[in-house]
């Protein structure tokens, strides 16, 4: 005979969310019933929300993004509590809030800490996250069993690492699989370098489930300038030249005619020291061709995750950063 389960998963529960008011006096004030909730789901909720300590990452984002520091006003929990409603309630869960509130976020940072620091990887932090949650609530839905086994945990982890993924958190995709470098950049995807396209490609298929399809081929272009921007202050550094970036100008000023002086000036540099073949200047003019589109939020969110962005070495076993 087997020992029977502390709580029997057959069994409902009625779940009530509520919440604190009042400086002195505090009342509890209940927002919302929730009617026949499985204490088996509820179970599953619980553990992988304590597991993967999202509600914290979540709200130390919105934080930011909201108030532009590390306040707690009420304003800062209500994503969280719409997220936390909607997995209760087994329904579809959202990452546009996430990605419209990506610029704020970013303004809220110096530049050290948002690109030396990495804190824009917060960004992608969150959307694995949000899918790990995503993939809980269909399991849920459609195969209940499958929650308790060993195979289902590992999802999770290839999830939230942008990998296996089943259901997005931006809505329905007109294609499942993303698209190709051709079709994101046309002609100018013969102008990379082997190693750039690799990259590119490796970004591309990461980052296909993170960001609203409507968005992703501007967001796309930007990160590439992001990467390029790296990889052109990385080799003039190398010649013994100090050379930042941004230039002193915070990552979200990164746009324009601002932007592409920047390549002009490293450029610049490494030709005066005859070592401009060192960076590949034959995607210049593509990226001067992009001086309109770099205006927008989409690509400029773009620029700062491209800056940051890094990938494992073949072996699995150890991150290189592109730069």
């Not at 046309?186 to 968005?215: Q, T």
């Not at 030709?271 to 927008?296: G, W």
């Not at 070495?313 to 290189?320: I, L, P, S």
Request: overall charge neutral; hydrophobic content about 35%.
């Amino acid at each position: 005979m087997q020992r029977p389960s502390i709580i029997p998963t057959p069994y409902f529960a009625t779940v009530f969310l509520t919440h604190l008011e009042g400086d002195n006096k505090k009342k509890r004030i209940i927002q919302q019933i929730f009617p026949n909730v499985s204490l088996g789901y509820l179970q599953a909720l619980n553990a992988e929300l304590l597991h993967s300590n999202f509600q914290g990452l979540l709200v130390d984002y919105m934080k930011y993004a909201l108030t532009g520091q590390d306040s707690e006003t009420p304003c800062v929990y209500r994503y969280w509590t719409e997220i936390f409603t909607k997995a209760l309630q087994r329904r579809q869960i959202s990452g546009r809030e996430v990605f419209q509130n990506f610029q704020r976020f970013c303004k809220s940072q110096s530049s050290r800490q948002l690109i030396d620091h990495g804190l824009a990887r917060k960004y992608f932090q969150v959307i694995g996250k949000l899918l790990r949650l995503q993939h809980l609530i269909t399991v849920a839905s459609k195969n209940p069993e499958h929650l308790e086994s060993n195979e289902f945990s590992k999802e999770l982890s290839r999830i939230e690492n942008f990998k296996d993924i089943q259901t997005g958190v931006f809505g329905m995709t007109s294609m499942v699989n993303p698209p190709t470098l051709q079709s994101v950049l046309g002609e100018a995807s013969e102008l990379l370098r082997e190693k750039e396209k690799n990259k590119l490609e490796n970004f591309i298929r990461f980052a296909w489930s993170g960001v609203p399809e409507e968005d992703f081929n501007v967001f796309v272009r930007g990160a590439l300038t992001g990467m390029l921007l790296n990889n052109l202050c990385w080799t003039v550094r190398q010649e013994g030249r100090s050379f930042s970036a941004t230039q002193g100008r915070h990552p979200a000023s990164l746009r324009g005619e601002e932007l592409f002086r920047v390549f002009e000036k490293g450029v610049g540099l490494l030709m005066n020291l005859d070592k401009a073949h060192y960076f590949n200047c034959r995607i210049l003019p593509f990226l001067k061709s992009l001086e309109q589109e770099s205006r927008r939020d989409a690509f400029n969110s773009g620029l700062i995750c491209g800056m940051v962005y890094s990938e494992e070495k073949n072996d699995d076993t150890q991150e290189v950063n592109n730069d």
